[in-house]
């Protein structure tokens, strides 16, 4: 966890397709970082202060797009800060890891699959709408 500083969020318009990716990958944010709350009393008021950021980020992300699954019916106009889209590139990065990982597996089998296994796939969309959502996000003007 690193000592967040805050700043205005930039309200970026999501399309429907894109805020169920938002919503699953912000649910990930809030995973990768719930173990420090193990260490929250250890933590100094500029830790816990960061730590309180990376959530308010993500559950404002989620209170505008919604926490269930699904897609809304219209775009949704979501306020992202430059910590939750700092969280999200670290996303990003981990499925272009994952499907790395998933390809050197099918290099390594006798015969290839005539297609790529959906999981590949799927990652594959996640990224590139994590992508879009990075360009929208620097186009957007602060909130």
């Known amino acids: 966890m690193c000592t ?6 930039r309200i970026v318009a999501v399309d429907p397709c894109l805020a169920g990716v938002l919503r699953d990958q912000t649910l990930v944010v809030l995973e990768a970082n719930h ?3 193990e260490e929250l009393r250890d933590f100094g008021p500029a830790a816990r202060h960061a730590l309180s950021l990376i959530y308010r980020d993500a559950f404002a992300v989620l209170d ?3 926490w269930a699954p699904g897609k809304p019916a219209a775009p949704v106009d979501v ?3 430059a910590g939750h889209v700092e969280q999200l590139h670290r996303c990003r990065h981990d499925l272009g890891a994952a499907n ?4 050197d597996l099918l290099d390594a089998l006798p015969e290839p699959p005539a ?9 594959r969309r996640a990224a590139q709408a994590l992508d879009a ?3 929208a ?3 957007a003007a602060v909130g």
Request: hydrophobic share 40%; glycine share 6%.
């Open 100 to 103: 790395l990982d998933r390809l």
């Open 137 to 139: 996000w620097g186009r």
């Open 79 to 81: 306020p992202l800060s």
């Open 115 to 123: 297609e790529l296994p959906p999981e590949i796939t799927a990652t």
């Open 133 to 135: 959502l990075f360009r």
């Open 64 to 66: 505008a797009i919604g």
């Open 35 to 37: 173990h420090h709350f």
């Open 4 to 9: 967040a500083q805050r700043t205005h969020a």
